[in-house]
């Protein structure tokens, strides 16, 4: 049995007002061309396939068009709702797309019933548990006590039934504790969605969703795909992949990666103005990429922004790290400045703004337009 494990696909999403959706494109394109490749027995989906759980129509039509390309080639497509989807619109239809081989999880309900895939040592057991949050499962099991996500997770594992002697998958989409995350993921305050990696411990395999790195969580078998683009500066050193699984008899599981190189990259770049200018003139990288750059110029560079775009396209942030940008410009006592005239104002927080007082000529202007502005002329 083999199959590839990917998620996250947020189609529709837009980082930092850029659509991504021609990258996606893109990178949907090359999973169709891996699977072509691979020739798997399923494509398996850990949830969040859309960014928003009313996507937009051209990310919905996308997403049309990767099942029609993928569902060409034979392949069986299984695919949970993540925490960014809905999961009564994610399933609608799941019925009728049965009959060409697509299996979308339903909302959760206890007695749903796994979709087995056989090969030459018999079944494997493909568990679909969508995002599922405390309250969206209390009501199935009223006997509980369920204020935790791991209460609640534990509790929807143990109703499957799975039976231990068979091969068993569980794709699903929650944070296991100890996973590493990323800025562009949706976190919850305190870590109050944690799940703990032991509740997994009956599958062969589980095909995880949410995190946007590539990782196992203690075991190999325990796996994180990760998204297939990156989507935040955080993402710049991730090596975005599909794993590839191949089952044998029970007990034996191979993970493998398949790399996917995206329509442009992204990179953080930093330094001065001159030195940012000077990585674009040596060409080490492709231009296209979408950018974000940390000047260090204890100056602000006039019109910096419109000049970096012209050799960045997709220049997506500028930001400064300086002396000005580090200092905190919090008054403590506040009798310290009662008293104080608006120039000697003026000059304390241009000092703690910029590491220096106002010059001379400053002083002068900003004397002159306090007289006005008091009635002066």
């Known amino acids: 049995m083999k199959f590839i494990h990917t998620a996250d696909l947020h189609l529709g999403k837009t980082v ?15 999973i169709v061309d891996a699977v072509g490749r691979e020739k ?31 569902s ?7 695919a949970v709702s993540g925490n960014h989807d809905s999961a009564v619109r994610f399933s609608f239809g799941s019925e009728l797309m049965k009959k060409s081989g697509i299996h979308f999880a339903h909302p959760f309900c206890p007695d749903t019933e796994p979709v087995a895939l056989s090969d030459e040592y018999g079944d ?34 143990r109703s499957m039934g799975m039976d231990p002697a068979k091969r068993n998958v569980l794709v699903a989409h929650q944070f296991v504790t100890g996973a590493q995350r990323s800025d562009s993921e949706e976190v919850s305050v305190g870590g109050l969605d944690n799940v703990s990696a032991e509740i997994f411990d009956g599958f062969d395999y589980v095909a995880l969703g949410h995190i946007h790195g590539p990782q196992k969580i ?5 796996r994180y795909s990760g998204t ?15 794993t590839l699984v191949t089952m044998a008899r029970k007990g034996s599981v191979t993970v493998d990666e398949i790399p996917l190189v995206p329509l442009h990259d992204m990179r953080m770049l930093r330094g001065t103005f001159s030195e940012v200018c000077g990585m674009a003139e040596k060409k080490a990288f492709d231009a296209n990429d979408y950018v974000g750059v940390t000047l260090t110029d204890e100056e602000e560079v006039p019109s910096g922004s419109e000049k970096l775009r012209n050799l960045f396209p997709n220049l997506m942030s500028v930001e400064y790290d300086n002396t000005r940008t580090r200092l905190s410009a919090h008054i403590e006592n506040l009798d310290e400045v009662k008293g104080m005239s608006p120039l000697d104002l003026f000059d304390k927080l241009y000092e703690q703004q910029n590491a220096r007082h106002i010059s001379d000529m400053q002083k002068k202007y900003l004397a002159e337009m306090i007289d006005r502005l008091r009635g002066g002329e």
Do not use: W
């Open 218 to 222: 203690g075991r190999e078998s325990l």
């Open 72 to 78: 060409r080639k034979g392949v069986r497509v299984l």
């Open 124 to 157: 494997v057991f493909f568990y679909m548990l969508p995002f599922v949050r405390p309250s969206s499962v209390r009501r199935f099991f009223p006997e509980e006590e369920i204020g935790t996500y791991e209460k609640a997770v534990g509790c929807c594992v």
């Open 16 to 30: 930092n007002g850029f659509s991504m959706l021609e990258d996606q494109r893109h990178i949907l394109s090359a």
């Open 40 to 70: 798997p027995d399923a494509l398996v989906i850990a949830g969040d396939i859309y960014d928003k759980a009313v996507p937009p129509e051209d990310a919905v039509q996308l997403f049309e068009d990767f099942l029609e390309d993928v």
């Open 228 to 242: 297939p683009l990156k989507y935040s500066f955080s993402e710049c050193s991730h090596k975005k992949s599909l």
